[in-house]
């Protein structure tokens, strides 16, 4: 297919409709590497020969199919029948049966073999081969060797054509179905028989829902024990993609129940069989009598923990080396930011935290430059690429994502360097600490060696991570760290209204609103509650009015920042809207469900690839498109090109409307923030501030005072629930007591 051509798809009252058509394959066009995505012609029952396109597997001419899906206007190739789901038919015309056993689809019989088969027995053949195979020594030309051949290899195809006639029967999507025969072979309809929820660990993309789903197919019962123990990895699954790394007892066993719609006597009663076999964790706790952890949290919680008291308690570091290194005399210091330097020169691991503009760079600019001075080999790092090259600039020494530090190999499925292997650095600077889980925290502290100087730098007031755990707060107030707290105001006196307005948000004072519309300032407050009007605001400033008063580039430089996903003004119908107004046209395009994505697209990564070294949060262009493999590029901010198979757009989002929580580690030169009452639930002080924050030169915000006076005051937060604070803790008073000891 051309490179440049993509599908458009013929539009009928009240949406696309839904047709049946069935007929005999009679030439397969295309069919991508893993047989996922095929291209081929059929004739239907009228004898009409038609293009059909479509996720299916195992098509091959001479079988007849049965399709359900809709028709499509190819710009080059014309009228073609996209398939959404399919059902194969055996063939059972002798000119059929011909054609598909001489296709290629049975190692052994080619179109000579497949003719002389079908002279004998005619249609009959299939029937023959199922039952009767001892009967093809009545053909002539086929020895003992061919037909044994073409025994077993007809009794595997048939095998694989079951297998994937019973995994569709269930609900099976066929690019499933292929991940689940490709992990299991022959074996892939006992297995799912046996124990349906090892799907979940087996192959990637099947959860819990669907697995349930697929077994409420095979009638297993509710109260199954296999059932149960999924279900309650489920519902600690769930509880991490909310936060919590641990949750108390008694309310997981009731949300665990109410999941599993089973009597809660046997949700104890598996959990604690979890807990024998050490897949689970069960611990005391003062407050909530006992906290669940699966295993894995757990361990980076309680690793985290030793190491993070281990680094405080080092005697000798690294950053001894800095202390007579004198300040640079072009430099002047406050008072607490000369405390901060001389800290990192006293102590082997530091906090320094603070808001918007109280100076946080250059205390790391002036640490850089001693550490340079002291001939120290320092390593920056931040979560995302957005922050690190904010650090380089800044510094001007090199920084990058932690990912991309710590080092992913893809054969070990881990990262290169780690405890046994830690990074070859004597001073280590992290920024946006704010935004480390506590995964991510274990791995990355985990490869600290001993003596090696650490300084964490972030704000604790923003939003937690994204992922399960407040690592930064944790480490605060377990008050083993030295921490210093930087609050005089710099950028203030520059004349940003933002920064300014920022730290008003932060101390629960409303911002202040424009004195005057003519002013040209970096901070408007546009009033506005309806969400149609803020809907027509947002297109003209990001289209019009912004890159014609301050020059920025619409895609590049302007992002949208909205508290949640859904309504009008969330991100998914922001990117819509968006995307037909800075992207418009006929462009090359493909869609995946409801998702279209155009070259020249705004782009963001929303999981982490280590395979592909793109992480959580990258930004990009797609660049181009490849419809002949089903591939396309997206260019990375950082320079960095990708290819991706299109089966893997799920991993991306359009980003020209992204949350807050998303952009948390970035900075961009143009805010537009929609804050209102559609909103509600999100309206949080530490959302609009964190929001506010990531706006380097504009800041838009969009909403009625009611609404920014309900997030300005509300400074409730769902409770997230970790314990690596009181490891920290425990840990430290155990060491003491050893040490107490030994001097006795």
């Known amino acids: 297919m051309n490179d440049e051509l993509t599908l458009q798809e013929e539009e009928t009252p009240g949406g696309l409709t839904t047709q049946m058509l069935s007929g005999e394959i009679i030439r397969v066009v295309y069919e991508n590497e893993d047989k996922t995505y095929t291209v081929f012609r059929l004739v239907d029952r009228q004898g009409v020969e038609h293009t059909v396109t479509g996720n299916i597997f195992g098509a091959y001419a001479g079988r007849d199919i049965e399709l359900s899906g809709h028709w499509e206007s190819h710009p080059e190739y014309g009228r073609q029948f996209r398939a959404d789901s399919y059902r194969f038919l055996l063939p059972s015309t002798p000119e059929g049966i011909t054609r598909y056993l001489g296709s290629g689809a049975i190692p052994g019989i080619g179109p000579k073999n497949a003719k002389s088969i079908v002279d004998r027995f005619g249609a009959q053949t299939l029937e023959i081969l199922s039952h009767s195979s001892g009967r093809l020594r009545e053909v002539r030309g086929l020895g003992k060797k061919r037909i044994e051949q073409i025994r077993q290899s007809w009794q595997s195809h048939s095998r694989q054509r079951d297998i994937f006639i019973f995994l569709q029967g269930l609900g099976i999507s066929t690019a499933f179905c292929m991940r689940i025969y490709r992990q299991y072979g022959d074996a892939a309809a006992e297995k799912v028989r046996a124990n349906p929820y090892q799907l979940i660990s087996d192959i990637d993309g099947i959860g819990f829902i669907m697995a349930d789903r697929i077994a409420a197919g095979l009638n297993i019962t509710k109260n199954a024990p296999f059932r149960i123990r999924a279900g309650i990895n489920y519902t600690l699954d769930q509880l991490s993609a909310a936060g919590h790394v641990c949750y108390p007892k008694i309310d997981f066993l009731q949300f665990a129940t109410k999941t599993l719609d089973v009597p809660m006597e046997e949700v104890v009663a598996e959990l604690s069989c ?22 894995l949290l757990y361990i980076a919680e309680h690793e985290t923990s030793k190491i993070m008291v281990q680094l405080a308690m080092t005697k000798k570091f690294a950053g001894l080396r800095m202390a007579q290194i004198k300040t640079s005399p072009r430099l002047a210091l406050s008072e607490e930011q000369f405390s901060a330097v001389m800290q990192v020169c006293r102590e082997p691991l530091n906090i320094i935290t603070g808001g918007p503009g109280v100076g946080k760079t250059t205390v790391i600019g002036e640490i850089v430059r001693r550490a340079k001075a002291a001939k120290l080999k320092t390593y920056m790092a931040a979560p995302t690429g957005r922050a690190a090259r904010r650090m380089s600039e800044s510094t001007g020494s090199p920084a990058q994502t932690i990912h991309r530090m710590l080092k992913w190999d893809p054969a070990a499925r881990n990262f290169v360097f780690n405890a046994q292997k830690p990074l070859p650095c004597d001073l280590l600077i992290v920024d946006e600490v704010s935004m480390l889980d506590c995964l991510l925290a274990w791995s990355l502290f985990s490869a600290v060696k001993p003596g090696t100087s650490v300084i964490l730098v972030g704000d604790a007031d923003q939003l937690p991570s994204v992922g399960p755990g407040k690592v930064l707060n944790a480490l605060i107030e377990s008050q083993i760290i030295k921490t210093t707290h930087l609050s005089k105001i710099f950028r203030q006196g520059a004349g940003s209204q933002i920064i300014m307005n920022a730290h008003r948000v932060n101390a629960g004072v409303p911002p202040l609103r424009n004195r005057a519309k003519s002013e040209l300032t970096d901070f408007y407050w546009i009033e506005q509650d309806d969400t149609e009007k803020t809907l027509d605001i947002i297109k003209k400033l990001v289209a019009e009015r912004i890159p014609k008063r301050f020059g920025l580039n619409p895609v590049d430089d302007i992002q ?15 990117n819509a809207v968006l995307q037909d107004t800075l992207n418009p046209g006929l462009k090359p395009h493909f869609k995946i469900g409801e998702r279209i994505f155009k070259a020249g697209d705004k782009l963001m990564q929303i999981s982490n690839n ?41 991993q991306l989002s359009l980003a020209y409307a992204v949350t807050v929580h998303k952009a948390q580690g970035s900075e961009f030169p143009a805010v537009i923030m929609p804050l209102l009452s559609q909103h509600y639930m999100m309206l949080q002080r530490n959302l609009l501030y964190t929001g506010m924050t990531r706006a380097k030169k504009l800041l838009i915000l969009i909403g009625d005072r009611r609404s920014v006076a309900m997030a300005v005051n509300n400074i409730r937060q769902a409770p997230r629930f970790t314990h690596l604070r009181e490891f920290m803790i425990e840990k430290q008073q155990q060491i003491t007591r050893l040490h107490i000891t030994a001097l006795r």
């Open 274 to 295: 979890a807990v024998s076999s050490k897949q689970i964790v069960i611990i005391p706790d003062h407050e909530h009598g006992e906290l669940v952890f699966s295993r």
């Open 560 to 574: 949208i920042l909205t508290p949640m996903n859904r309504g009008s003004c969330g991100t998914l119908n922001l």
């Open 610 to 650: 280590y395979e592909k070294n793109v992480f959580n949060g990258d930004m990009g262009r797609l660049a181009h498109i490849n419809f002949r493999e089903k591939k396309f590029i997206v260019m990375f901010d950082s320079n960095q090109s990708v290819e991706y198979n299109m089966f893997e757009a799920d």
